[in-house]
């Protein structure tokens, strides 16, 4: 093996200054730096990101940078800008950041420019969001749709249901919206439980549209439909696509008229500003919609352009390697202070793990290094009364950032001091803690004494925005897709790929027929044969 990662220089003085750093508490280094919020604080693009309560110093910021350089770092993320085939197992461009460029902006793939393409496609969703929008787009009993149901899995749907969830404020409230992804059938029977199919649409939401999950549960849309609307010219009326992939779109029977387009260029789990977020603009209007992409555009142009040390998604993707793969770190949490994202970290999962799961390098050959931290998370406060115990005093590290808005989109006194206070006594805990002499103090018996004590040193960033807008959405959601990107330059991985996924998928498309034909021989490992034998019976 030839790994030249951990074998570089930056790489080495980085795990010698770790054993310099690892025992130092954060209380100390803030007591030995009294402008250590003003060194790590980034205040930037409408993100006040403060990462001063972490196990670093001006060196370990300094050391990291060094290791980006190494990397050429600066040279992937303009090749990654300028639609280069950076994702090279499957020769693609990667280009999300294009489907937020503004209009008159040249990005080019083979020669050809792609911003028309990103801006027709945005202008046709436009029109037919208005039409749903203002009951102009009839039924096919003539009635307004009153209900939006994507279907879809994975980027093509958690990145909808999170953007649904995190904008509802903004959205309008006389359509009902539902989001089916399970093959499981109750997904889509409790989806439709209470919705008339006249006044039904469904995006079938689909990359490829041909994912097991998707097919399965548009086919069971339509017989659901057809059963009520009787005449199968109804679908045209009910049925839109969102895919890249018009032959598998017209085999299903959905006018190409009906269907928003994408790209190869856009990765799934990168695809919630391309035509995937449609039932999120029906949602919130084509206006808001946009603003929305001003902010990821924001964020990509402060990605672009920011100087490293200045650079947001840089130091977040830096600070998950230090605590990765110097301190051994398995999972960073995730806990948004906003009920509204409450679906943002299972959004991030997908949008992180898939990313960065892998262990091989670009060359092809096995990292040395571990890769691909678990990402968790629920919103602030609920976390605080279930598993934040393990964090404050388990015997693991746990890195977290803490996502928070100064302003609420409901404001009654006195939730958001409460909220807002909570969140920052929670990092204030975690790095500071409480120590026996403090717990002593309180006049504590001494058997209880090493239970009460907080050791502190738990590192968080804070991430401090105004209010919870489209446009921050789309901020946060750039922010952490170039934290990703930062992550897989360092450790010279594909980040646009996802082959991990695909053994899975080809073993049940074997057990299907097996489970389906109780006579069907099956010759699979012993534990596999018996749970098939147990479902037959
Ligand atoms: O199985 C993983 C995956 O390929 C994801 O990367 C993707 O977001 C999801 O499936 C859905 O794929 P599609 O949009 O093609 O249905």
Redesign the pocket.
């Known amino acids: 093996m030839s790994n030249t990662l951990t074998n570089s220089a930056p790489w080495l003085a980085l795990k010698s200054h770790f054993e310099t750093i690892k025992n130092a508490h954060i209380k100390t280094l803030f007591e030995k730096d009294s402008k250590r919020v003003q060194h790590f604080t980034i205040n930037e693009a409408g993100i006040y990101f403060d990462f001063s309560k972490h196990r670093i110093t001006e060196k370990t910021v300094e050391l990291l940078l060094d290791l980006a350089k190494e990397k050429s770092f600066e040279a992937r993320r303009d090749a990654m800008f300028s639609g280069d085939k950076i994702n090279i197992t499957e020769n693609r461009a990667v280009l999300h950041t294009a489907l937020r460029a503004p209009k008159g902006a040249e990005v080019f793939v083979d020669g050809h420019n792609v911003l028309p393409d990103v801006h027709e496609v945005l202008d046709k969703m436009a029109d037919f969001s208005n039409k749903i929008r203002n009951a102009s787009w009839k039924g096919h009993t003539g009635k307004p749709i009153k209900n939006i149901v994507n279907i879809?899995?994975?980027?093509?749907d958690l990145g909808p249901v999170m953007a649904y969830e995190a904008l509802k404020y903004f959205s309008n409230r006389s359509l009902t919206f539902r989001y089916v992804s399970n093959v499981d059938g109750s997904d889509f029977a409790e989806a439709v439980n209470d919705l008339n199919a006249d006044e039904t649409l469904f995006i079938i939401?689909?990359?490829?549209?041909?994912?097991l999950e998707?097919m399965t549960n548009a086919q069971t849309a339509r017989a659901w439909a057809l059963k009520q609307l009787i005449d199968p010219s109804a679908i045209a009326r009910h049925f839109v696509a969102v895919s890249t992939n018009e032959k598998e779109v017209v085999k299903f029977g959905i006018d190409p008229q009906n269907m928003f387009g994408f790209w190869d260029w856009v990765?799934?789990?990168y695809?919630m500003s391309a035509a995937i977020g449609l039932s999120t603009m029906i949602a919130i209007g084509p206006d808001q919609y946009h603003e929305m992409l001003k902010g990821f555009h924001e964020m990509d142009e402060h990605f672009r352009t920011a100087p490293l040390n200045k650079n947001i998604p840089v130091i977040m993707g830096l600070l998950g390697i230090w605590y990765n793969n110097f301190f051994g770190a398995q999972t960073q949490a995730v806990f948004p202070y906003e009920n509204y994202l409450k679906r943002f970290p299972a959004y991030l999962q997908?949008l992180t793990m898939?990313s960065l799961g892998k262990h091989s390098t670009l060359k092809g050959e096995n990292t040395d290094y571990q890769t691909g931290t678990v990402y968790w998370g629920e919103p602030g406060t609920n976390g605080q009364h279930s598993f934040y115990q393990l964090i404050h005093q388990g015997t693991r590290l746990i890195p977290v950032d803490f996502i928070g808005f100064k302003k609420s989109l409901n404001n009654i006194p006195p939730h958001q001091d409460y909220l807002i206070a909570n969140m920052i006594a929670q990092g204030e805990a975690l790095a500071f803690g409480k120590t026996a002499g403090e717990v002593r103090k309180e006049g504590i018996a001494e058997q209880l004494v090493p239970h009460k004590v907080f050791e502190g040193n738990r590192p968080s960033s804070t991430f401090f925005l105004d209010q919870l807008s489209p446009e921050n959405l789309g901020k946060l959601v750039a922010m952490y897709e170039h934290s990703v990107f930062v992550q897989g330059v360092i450790w010279d991985i594909n980040p646009f790929d996802?082959m991990g996924?695909e053994l899975g998928?080809v073993l049940a498309q074997n057990i299907i027929p097996e489970l389906q034909d109780k006579q069907k021989p099956i010759a699979h490992d012993f534990s596999t044969n018996a749970l098939i034998e147990f479902y037959r019976q």
């Open positions: 879809g899995i994975g980027g093509s939401s689909s990359k490829t549209f041909t994912t998707t990765g799934g789990r695809s997908q898939e996802q996924v998928k």
